[in-house]
């Protein structure tokens, strides 16, 4: 089971990134899925969660109304669309399946990590 997450880089504030994140080995159609980031130094924090089937998302304040998190099941993939990114967004990005079907906040409730995509914004 793994979850592999693409397209990070380096982008220039203000641009836009959209990272996927694919499953492979079984599905998570039934569970909540999450973004997380770590920048140097710092913990792993909370971006945005979506619940099994997109009806219910949830951000953290940085990034609401810039970040959109979706996904496609047929696709076995979720999705964060970044918009208006700034230095401070720079991290590296982590997808993670949860425990439970809703869109969780709490990283302990996460079981499945991917490996992380690097995010870098210039100024």
């Known amino acids: 089971v793994q979850l592999q997450a693409y397209g990070g880089g380096l982008v220039q504030a203000g641009g836009s990134l959209r990272l996927s994140c694919v499953a492979s080995g079984r599905t998570f159609s039934n569970n909540g899925m999450g973004w997380f980031r770590q920048a140097p130094g710092k913990e792993r924090e909370f971006v945005a969660a979506?619940?099994?089937?997109?009806?219910?998302?949830n951000y953290a304040d940085s990034v609401k109304g810039r970040f959109t998190i979706s996904r496609d099941n047929a696709k076995n993939t979720v999705y964060l669309q970044m918009s208006s990114l700034n230095p401070e967004d720079t991290a590296v990005y982590y997808c993670?399946?949860?425990?439970?079907?809703?869109?969780?906040?709490?990283?302990?409730?996460?079981?499945?990590w991917g490996q992380g995509t690097q995010v870098t914004v210039s100024s």
């Open positions: 979506i619940n099994w089937n997109g009806a219910s998302t």
């Open positions: 993670a399946a949860s425990l439970g079907s809703a869109a969780i906040m709490d990283r302990r409730l996460y079981n499945k």
